[in-house]
């Protein structure tokens, strides 16, 4: 995770050069990251830090569903737990997406228009952004607690073969809303955040790439970024969105689907 109080090197009209990315974990960077804000935080520093929050909030809940791979997929925990694990894993996947897509418009706009944008930015609009897209996140993914208690005669966690089981075994009718559901996110939050952060990213480099005062070795920093975080979305999330889409034209959730969830825990991990 890049450190929060990174300082480029300030490119003609203003803007920044980029930075690498750090080789901090999400603890380490949350410090940076709150430190910072402790100062003048800059727009990119409150984004960061909500990166880094989003990743924490998965790291939090990740042994749950380590255990729950352990005990065969079976849920050995609490009830309770599993719809309160389900929300908050499935909403850092999204959340963070969108705020990588945030992050990649700012470092395009700081590049592209960095005497217009220097004097408009504001931290203020990088509050409201997290604001809004913590709600959203949240708000979409609340689908695993009207699932979980849509249709009481079949909760998720109910006992199934002297077992009980997660939020992967669905009756036609909880089918009927999460299908749906599920092909709103891959759009939504997947296809869209995607799309935004190739068009920022290749860009970017672009414009970089092409001004002369910018040495080589952070040109392939840049590079590097940009390569850093789309990989991100490729390995990590596009898996899983996909198999929404897969479930959606089967009418059913795939049986693979879980194990693509292994590849979106990279994430933390690998965020810029």
């Known amino acids: 995770m890049r450190l929060f109080n990174d300082r480029c090197p300030q490119l003609g009209g203003g803007g920044r050069a980029p930075c690498s990315p750090g080789k901090e974990g999400p603890i380490a960077a949350w410090h940076e990251g709150a430190r910072s804000l402790s100062g003048r935080p800059t727009p990119i520093d409150i984004l960061l830090l909500n990166l880094t929050i989003s990743d924490i909030s998965l790291l939090i809940f990740l042994p749950f569903k380590m255990l729950e791979a352990i005990s065969d997929r079976a849920w050995p925990l609490p009830p309770f737990l599993c719809p309160l694990t389900s929300f908050f894993f499935y909403s850092s996947i999204y959340i963070s997406s969108l705020f990588l897509m945030a992050v990649s418009v700012e470092r395009y706009l700081g590049v592209a228009f960095p005497i217009q944008y220097k004097l408009r930015r504001r931290p203020a609009y990088a509050t409201a952004v ?9 708000a979409h993914c609340s689908i695993v607690y009207i699932i979980q208690y849509q249709d009481p ?14 939020y ?34 290749v860009n970017f480099v672009r414009i970089l790439v092409a001004l002369p005062n910018i040495p080589a070795r952070r040109k392939q920093r840049a590079v590097g970024l940009a390569v850093a975080t789309l990989f991100n979305f490729i390995v990590c999330f596009a898996p899983y969105n996909l198999s929404h889409v897969v479930g959606f034209v089967q009418n059913k959730s795939p049986s693979w689907r879980v194990y693509t969830l292994l590849l979106s825990t990279l994430n933390a991990a690998l965020d810029p």
């Open 130 to 138: 997290s604001v809004v897209f913590w709600v959203v996140g949240c």
């Open 168 to 201: 992967e075994e669905f009756t036609p009718r909880q089918l009927l809303i999460l299908l749906p559901v599920r092909l709103e996110l891959f759009l939504v939050l997947f296809c869209l955040p995607f799309t935004v952060t190739i068009f920022c990213y």
């Open 153 to 166: 005669s079949h909760n998720s966690t109910a006992p199934y073969q002297n077992t009980s089981h997660c």
